[in-house]
């Protein structure tokens, strides 16, 4: 989940890339700080590409039905994932899900990344309808919490649009 959160991070900071670390530093028995040394940054993408794929994941989050991802007064942006897990005992695909949502917000200039994943859900089937509460609630505090600014300009309209339901289904 780490290495999946830094990809999507490169992806939706500008496409430049940054070592993730758990702690910064610890304190030694005898009082010493140790600190961890990450890698330099690197790009690892074009800033326009990254601007792109930030503005395909706020045009998914903004054209939810379901409203799953809102966070009054922030622009964000978000990407589901569901996969069935596979099983070596038969060499096929279980019954058993996978599913994740990853949003970033405020889409303007990305502060924050949550990844949410849930392995064999039991109730709901794809990362909107089940991690994507999770997301939407830890995104929320995260940005009330650390005193983010709200987004000072509107979503704008993009041209994507849900898949119609087909009538009588």
């Known amino acids: ?35 961890f040394e990450t890698e330099d940054s690197r790009r690892v993408i074009s800033k326009e590409a990254s601007a792109q794929v930030v503005a395909l994941m706020e045009a998914m989050a903004a054209n939810s039905t379901s409203h799953t991802f809102d966070v009054p007064g922030y622009r964000v942006g978000a990407k589901t994932g569901t996969a069935l897990e596979y099983d070596f005992d038969c060499s096929c695909f279980s019954k058993r899900r996978v599913v994740s949502t990853i949003g970033v917000a405020p889409v303007e ?21 089940v991690a994507g509460p999770a997301e939407q609630d830890i995104m929320s505090l995260t940005l009330a919490r650390y005193g983010v600014a709200p987004s000072a300009t509107k979503t704008p309209k993009y041209p994507i649009e849900p898949k119609a339901k087909p009538k009588g289904k």
């Open 1 to 35: 989940a780490v290495q999946e959160a830094a990809a999507v991070a490169s992806v939706t900071n500008g496409g430049t890339y940054n070592q993730p670390r758990v702690l910064a530093s610890t304190k030694l028995a005898d009082g010493t700080e140790q600190t």
């Open 109 to 129: 200039n990305p502060q924050y990344l949550v990844y949410v994943v849930i392995h064999d859900p039991h109730n709901g089937k794809s990362g909107s309808s």
